[in-house]
């Protein structure tokens, strides 16, 4: 924390209240409006509470690494020479002529994903003096708009459930904090609800426009661009949900009967073309490497830059193989969700984390509970199918290749939405059916 903080802060977080006034009437209804000002201002809580952490829990961490040794001095550059700046801006991670001096001073500056977020985090710094907080406060603007985005995708198809989405999309602890600071999550979390709003928007409600277009393909550019991994299972998810949704549609069963390969083949080859395309850039994750991917990044975390956090975990032997990491999805899928329990925990950031994850098991279970036998028949709709293949895949993903809690816990915030989006509309529609055989009028 410097003077700037506290002279440059206030500011940026008065002009944030202000355009979300202005803005408020278009982006909200007489229900959402409750939702949209504690959303906003607990994500800006986040964000400066996630710089608090790191600075006197963790005494540093990637937070900064993107910042005070990241974008700071691009923006100290733009000031000494903005032609210095610019080529910084725009570097590629090799040594520019004449600025060797300063790109050295940037940790990630040869990390090209890491250093995506300081180029985000050097944009705004033109704004906020390269103040911390402030630039911090934008990120949590950025993640608040992409969380709005999901939760409006969904309020508009069930607005009956506001107060679940709302809580899935906007007010999940791990969401708040992980997901609103200068970090890689935040980016990514909110170019997911983008995407998906812009997906729905595109190819289920056919509003057609350029402008959402160019915006689906921009927020999968930054999500790629960041965490390719998380691009693969939403890519996956979204090409199953729009086929399935109008497969859906089809009344007739022996229609539906004889579009079934096609609706296969097409999910399939669509999502293998798809994944191919957006891991062109890093060949890690392609199908031939993935295996081998997940096994460094899980010993590395577990052995090597994680050993002295004291919160590992194991699931078992892989061996680079995709065989390997099959075995373990169910123990993967297990401790992103519901893991750790209560008794694994040795410290108090820990604890939070045990908290929230025994609280999305008893959920689970009373959603299991709650529809028995015809929980199959209400994960059927293609909203639920798109969520749950997404958070299922990408929680097998993060659980298999993270093996330490302190990072799964940052790694996993994306599924959150998705997750406990779905298990309120298996809820739903199971009141909505009892309500109907009972002679109640739902809406």
């Not at 504690?38 to 790191?54: D, E, N, T």
């Not at 890519?235 to 199953?240: G, P």
């Not at 390997?324 to 925990?345: D, G, H, K, Q």
Request: glycine share 6%.
């Amino acid at each position: 924390m410097e003077l700037r903080d506290f002279i440059v802060t206030p500011i940026i977080i008065l002009v944030v209240v202000l355009i979300a006034y202005t803005v408020r009437k278009r982006v909200t209804d007489p229900v959402t409006m409750r939702y949209y000002y504690p959303a906003l201002m607990l994500k800006i809580f986040g964000a400066i509470a996630v710089g608090f952490i790191y600075q006197f829990y963790y005494d540093g961490g990637d937070t900064f690494a993107y910042h005070t040794h990241g974008s700071r001095h691009i923006w100290d550059a733009f000031f000494k020479s903005p032609e210095a700046g610019v080529k910084l801006l725009f570097s590629n991670g090799s040594y520019i002529e004449g600025f060797w001096d300063i790109s050295d001073k940037i940790w990630y500056y040869r990390d090209q994903k890491s250093f995506f977020i300081i180029r985000i985090a050097a944009v705004l710094d033109l704004i906020t003096f390269s103040s911390y907080s402030a630039t911090a406060v934008l990120f949590a603007v950025i993640s608040f708009c992409g969380g709005w985005m999901f939760f409006l995708t969904f309020y508009r198809k069930f607005p009956a459930i506001h107060k679940w989405l709302a809580v899935s999309c906007l007010f999940v602890p791990s969401i708040i904090f992980w997901g609103s600071g200068i970090l890689k999550d935040t980016v990514t979390l909110a170019f997911v609800g983008v995407a998906t709003y812009c997906i729905n928007d595109l190819f289920i409600e056919k509003r057609f426009s350029m402008w959402r277009f160019v915006l689906l393909l921009f927020s999968i550019y930054v999500v790629s661009s960041v965490k390719v991994y998380i691009m693969i299972s939403f890519l996956a998810a979204a090409i199953v949900w729009v086929f399935y949704h109008h497969f859906y549609l089809i009344k007739v069963p022996m229609i539906r009967i004889l579009v079934i390969p096609f609706v296969v083949a097409s999910c399939g080859g669509l999502s293998y073309l798809a994944i191919n395309k957006v891991v062109e850039d890093d060949p890690r994750y392609s199908l031939k490497r993935i295996g081998q991917t997940a096994r460094t990044t899980a010993y590395d975390i577990r052995f090597w830059t994680g050993k002295d956090a004291g919160s590992g975990y194991t699931l078992g032997e892989l061996d680079g193989t995709i065989g390997s990491m099959v075995r373990l999805a169910p123990s993967a899928i297990n401790v992103t969700l519901f893991r750790p329990y209560l008794w694994e925990v040795n410290n108090p950031l820990m604890l939070l984390s045990a908290l929230e994850s025994f609280m999305t098991l008893m959920v689970t279970l009373y959603v299991i509970a709650r529809t028995r036998s015809k929980l199959f028949k209400y994960i059927q709709s293609p909203e639920v199918v798109f969520c749950l293949i997404f958070a299922l895949t990408f929680a097998f993903g993060v659980g298999v290749s993270t093996y330490n809690f302190g990072t799964l816990a940052r790694y996993k915030i994306p599924l959150f939405p998705f997750y406990f989006t779905a298990l309120g509309l298996v809820l739903h529609r199971f009141e909505f059916e009892k309500n109907e055989r009972m002679g109640i009028i739902s809406q």
